[in-house]
């Protein structure tokens, strides 16, 4: 046995012991999910289960939602268990996130686009007896919808060689729609509105009187906006006065990059800091 997995074991041998005493000799124990009845107002029969506090006088102690706690805490463990070395629970881990997000993925998308988009408009009498009985049976049929079930299914000629050549026509036309209605969407968001956004006034009057701050910010705007277009100007060596306001250019393209890497860093620190209190407060119950 190396080194390493002598530490590694006693790491473990050490958490379980001290779980076992936070369990068996504190107050408050380990996790434990206690739920509640409650009538669901759309159907007013059935009954669901909502989580409760365990003082609670219609508190019934939940097994199911307690041991996918455990489950849950052992998962963030295993991936915080790369930071000391690669391991068995990390792999594991990474395989189930990694499966139980491809299966979500093709469920979600085999009910949201194959049967509630497209056999609902093609067979609305079978799929109102089989999956969907609120929608209307006695609509017609729509045949266009013929046309991308037949692009769909030849997507999965990728699969015999002699004809899968005849996958990239619905893979062609699923990548040029997209990508044309992608354009639509940037050049709306990402170059009319910013283009917009920055025809503003050089002299800012607020009830007749001259603001300050806020012609400060519109210059601010307007002068950092010009730099890094001259900065991207290749027409003209950058010396002298274009150089400056280049390199000026270059300085805000540098903050603005620093400022988007800080705001996905708070991202990610919110998402530790949320696993952190999952695991102190949900599941140790400190």
Not at 59 to 65: E, L, N
Not at 155 to 180: D, H, I, N
Request: glycine content about 8%.
């Amino acid at each position: 046995m190396t080194r390493e997995a002598k530490i590694g074991y006693g790491l473990l041998l050490v958490g379980v012991l001290l779980l076992t005493a936070k369990g068996l000799f504190s107050d408050r124990g380990l996790a434990k999910v206690y739920v509640k009845p409650d009538r669901v107002a759309a159907s007013g029969a059935a009954i669901t289960f909502v989580e409760t506090k365990e003082g609670d006088t219609t508190a019934v102690f939940s097994p199911m939602r307690t041991a996918g706690v455990w489950v849950a805490a052992f998962l963030t463990l295993a991936i915080f268990s790369y930071l000391y070395h690669d391991n068995v629970f990390y792999k594991l881990t990474e395989a189930i996130i990694v499966g139980v997000s491809a299966g979500y993925t093709m469920v979600v998308g085999f009910w949201d686009s194959i049967i509630a988009q497209l056999m609902v408009e093609l067979t609305p009498g079978l799929v109102q007896h089989w999956a969907l009985p609120g929608i209307d049976a006695n609509k017609p049929p729509d045949w266009t919808y013929l046309f991308p079930l037949i692009l769909g299914g030849m997507l999965f000629l990728r699969f015999v060689p002699k004809v899968g050549w005849l996958s990239q026509w619905p893979l062609a036309f699923v990548v040029g729609t997209f990508a044309g209605l992608r354009l639509v969407l940037f050049l709306d968001a990402d170059f009319v509105s910013q283009i917009r956004n920055t025809l503003l006034p050089l002299i800012v009057l607020v009830d007749g009187r001259f603001d300050f701050w806020l012609t400060l910010r519109n210059w601010g705007i307007i002068v950092s906006l010009l730099s890094c277009l001259m900065y991207f100007f290749f027409s003209f060596e950058h010396k002298g006065v274009v150089g400056r306001v280049a390199r000026f250019g270059v300085w805000v393209l540098m903050i603005a990059f620093g400022a988007s890497f800080a705001f996905t860093v708070m991202g990610r620190i919110t998402l530790l800091t949320k696993r952190f209190e999952f695991l102190f407060y949900e599941w140790l119950r400190l």
